[in-house]
């Protein structure tokens, strides 16, 4: 009887363990050569099969250098889906190893217990952090990582993630078309000169068609990513988006005058977005589309003369391409989101499988990977080592030389960002920053629908709008928190009546098996 | 009609089955009661009152069967030909059926769907799991959404639905003659076929790609392309439709260079004639 309860109890620690999660990673003495460790990688790429080979060929490289560790390559074409299946996992104690993601994803898995590794000691450790003695390659030194883009995995008091690679928005114009509008680019590109232009590009003819292009199709200015867009604006004005706390601001009058005006130019369809009408740069190549802003880690599909693209040859329309950054309400002020994947490790039992994924993803930041990777879109390096390599400035200097490595506007995407480092901002992560991007990108596109569908946008819509956005995306809740553990609040009653008789229950066993034993012991 | 039609029937139609199983139960009972006369006596009345159940059921079958030959649209709804005039961000309600289900994410449905006079794609329908688990091939629902146009594919998004009585599976239209000319988009997002088309390459060496550039792995998109009469179009699996663990899957995989294939599918539209392919053979 003793026996079994002791069992039954060992049992329930053990279930009572597994709840808890793992434990806090704690740094090894050493790393073991002598065991062979797998170890799992989920990146993403941007349906560039050269994105691909690069990270086959780094993990190649990587496992020459360190023959014990086996790296396990697993594919996603975008961050949705690597966190859906992350979230997934971690209840299971599957997640990956390495993860490429974005720290406000971070802030998410960061709700369970040790699940993700902090990298502050990896990052210190004389042997085996940033330009450890013991790595067998070279390492770069934490000061050679772009401080700016390596603070933005920090937060909580800790750093989470480590940067992999850097992009912003660019606005790629049709010159061709401003100009046949009769205007001229200025030198940076402000909200007010976009809607002008665009406003003036609806002209009809009498055959129906458009005058600016002769075609009957005509969104002059297109916008990829509407939480990008509405955050930028929110951020060029100065207005509030939330605290680095998780206090939610995005729901504020300067909000609503911004998605007045969009709601006008989306009224004329002078204005639409990727999720209502398509990828820009498909208008923008066919001669659809006068402004269209997307990623300049999109600048290879931009342009008449553009090495990758959806339409077919016949629907291609030569124009001038101008690469710029995003409008701006203050030109001599100018903001735009600083973006890109990062690279956070996830914890494991064994800390030698973390040691091993902290090797790997130091390696992402060696030269080789560095730039390979960055050339291949309008990435930059995170490094100021790879940033400053002759190859890399080589590369720069090449724009134009061919429409393939050294595609014009790709390297001119790229130079815009290492122009504009110092204007760029990241948004505050906490648990919950997450669905606060999607709330800023939704209220753009419902709006946008709203209008295009005949709706009055006015108080009561907007009224409405804000409720059941914040209702969407759960913020009305008060949930979010910065520090990634929500304070639930005091327990509920009916939790702490099934704690007191759960302790009841074991101090009655506890008495039974005392008294159990004292009856034997006497016998 | 083609015998793939009444193959289609049997697989879709539950009394069709039953008919089937009859025939079976009379085979085993004929080799039983083969020895006399009296019994071939007592055999031919249970054939005679077998084929005239079978019958009844038979004809029972095909009207639950296809219902949109009699499809009277209700009150408010359109025909398809009010559908297809409407304006984009027009609001439409229209009676269609299930014909193939592609994925549910979110409390989201995205589901091919078509009435006798032509398709419908809906994309990401408000739906919950439990309701998507009841569209089955053939399910009659009453869609209210807004017509909208993504990289020329006609669809309905934002929309809701409501299950109806009524059942039409329908039958792939041979569209491979219309390839290349402009009546084929009037068919779009329909269930079709194509005869006799030969595989290329895909452009990596192969019969067949991951993904549009060749960018990914077991599971993703495939992508293949075939020709016919010396045009050649790229056609693809794909993943949310039939994912990896299908025959279709498993057949474009198996693909060779200069098979001659017969296909059937859904005409999806993508900057150009895109089909999603559900079944190939190979001749």
């Known amino acids: 009887m003793v026996l079994v309860l002791f069992l039954m109890s060992a049992v329930l620690l053990t279930g009572c363990h597994g709840s808890r999660g793992l434990d806090a990673f704690s740094m090894p003495e050493t790393f073991d050569e002598s065991r062979n460790l797998e170890i799992t990688f989920w990146a993403k790429n941007d349906t560039n099969k050269t994105q691909t080979d690069i990270y086959e060929r780094a993990i190649d490289d990587f496992e020459r250098l360190y023959p014990n560790i086996k790296v396990n390559l697993r594919l996603y074409t975008n961050y949705g889906d690597i966190y859906n299946d992350v979230i997934t996992n971690i209840s299971t104690n599957t997640t990956p190893n390495v993860c490429i993601t974005y720290p406000d994803h971070i802030a998410t898995y960061l709700t369970g217990t040790n699940v993700v590794v902090p990298l502050d000691e990896l990052f210190a450790d004389e042997r085996y952090g940033f330009g450890g003695s013991e790595v067998h390659f070279d390492s770069v030194a934490r000061d050679e990582v772009v401080s700016r883009f390596l603070d933005e995995g920090a937060f909580d008091g800790h750093y989470y993630a480590i940067p992999f690679m850097r992009s912003t928005e660019a606005c790629y114009v049709n010159k061709t078309y401003v100009e ?51 955050i930028q ?111 956070c490790l996830f914890n494991k039992e064994d800390p030698q499988e973390v040691l091993a994924s902290w090797l790997f993803a130091q390696y992402l930041l060696t030269n080789d990977v560095q730039i390979a990777y960055a050339e ?148 | 009609m083609e015998c793939r039609f009444f193959l289609k029937c049997i697989d879709f139609c539950p009394v069709v089955e039953y008919n089937v199983k009859v025939w079976q139960s009379m085979g085993i009972l004929f080799g039983f009661l083969r020895e006399t006369k009296k019994r071939r006596m007592k055999m031919k009345k249970y054939v005679a009152l077998i084929l005239a159940f079978s019958l009844t059921l038979a004809l029972a079958g095909c009207g639950g069967k296809d219902d949109a030959g009699s499809d009277v649209k209700s009150e408010g709804v359109m025909t398809h030909a ?80 409501e299950i109806q009585d009524g059942n039409y599976v329908a039958s792939a239209l041979d569209v491979t003659n219309m390839l290349g ?6 068919h779009q997002n329909e269930y079709v076929s194509f005869k006799g088309m030969t595989v290329e390459d895909a452009g990596n060496g192969s019969a067949f790609m991951y993904k549009w550039d060749n960018s990914g792995t077991d599971g993703d998109d495939l992508y293949f392309n075939v020709s016919f009469n010396g045009q050649t179009y790229t056609f693809t699996v794909e993943s949310h439709l039939c994912d990896n663990t299908t025959d279709v899957y498993a057949a474009v995989k198996n693909l060779q260079i200069g098979d001659v294939v017969d296909m059937e599918g859904f005409l999806y539209w993508y900057e150009g004639v895109n089909p999603h392919i559900t079944s190939v053979t190979v001749k």
């Open chain 1, 233 to 343: 604006m929110l951020y060029q004005h100065g207005a509030g988006y939330s605290t680095p706390e998780g206090e939610i601001l995005l729901f504020n009058d300067t909000t609503k005058e911004l998605l007045y005006t969009i709601a006008e130019y989306g009224k004329s369809k002078a204005f639409s977005t990727f999720k209502i009408s398509s990828y820009p740069a498909n208008f923008l190549n066919a001669g659809q589309c006068v402004f269209a802003v997307d990623s300049t880690a999109g600048a290879t599909w931009m342009g008449t003369d553009a090495p990758l693209r959806d339409i077919s040859e016949d629907k291609l329309v030569r124009f001038e391409t101008v690469v710029m950054p995003v409008p701006q309400f203050d030109p001599d002020e100018p903001k735009m989101i600083s973006q890109g994947p990062s690279v």
């Open chain 1, 376 to 523: 291949t879109e309008g990435y930059i390096p995170v490094t100021l080592r790879a940033q400053n390599s002759e190859e890399y400035t080589d590369y720069l200097s090449r724009g134009g030389e061919d429409n393939a490595l050294h595609y014009d506007i790709k390297i001119k995407a790229a130079k815009l960002l290492i122009d504009n480092t110092d204007n760029t901002f990241v948004t505050p992560v906490f648990n919950g920053s997450a669905s606060l991007r999607d709330a800023a990108g939704q209220l753009i596109e419902t709006t946008v629908k709203a209008v295009r569908r005949g709706q009055t946008v006015d108080e009561a819509f907007m009224e409405t709008l804000y409720a059941d956005t914040r209702s969407l995306y759960r913020l009305d809740q008060g949930g979010v928190s910065a520090s990634g553990e929500t304070d639930l609040g005091p327990l509920p009653q009916t939790a702490v009546i099934l704690l007191v008789s759960l302790a009841v229950v074991w101090v009655f066993i506890i008495v039974y098996v005392v008294l159990n034993s004292k009856k034997h012991q006497k016998i």
């Open chain 2, 181 to 186: 000319t402009d009546e084929l988009i009037s």
């Open chain 1, 180 to 230: 046949a509008l009769g205007y001229t680019l200025p030198d940076v590109l402000t909200w007010d000169f976009v809607w002008e232009v665009s406003e003036a590009a609806m002209a009809v003819g009498e055959d129906g068609n458009y005058l600016v292009n002769g075609q009957n199709v005509l969104i002059p200015f297109i916008y990829k990513s509407t939480d990008n867009m509405m």
């Open chain 2, 82 to 161: 009010e559908y297809m005039a409407a304006a984009v961000d027009e609001q439409v309600v229209v009676e269609t059926y299930v014909q193939a289900k592609q994925s549910w994410w979110d409390n989201k449905a995205t589901v091919y769907t078509q009435d006798k006079d032509g398709a419908y794609f809906i994309y990401e329908m408000a739906c919950s799991e439990e309701d998507y688990a009841k569209l089955t091939p053939g399910t009659k629902i009453k869609v209210t959404g807004y017509k909208a146009e993504w990289s020329g594919e006609i669809e309905i998004m934002d929309a809701t639905f």
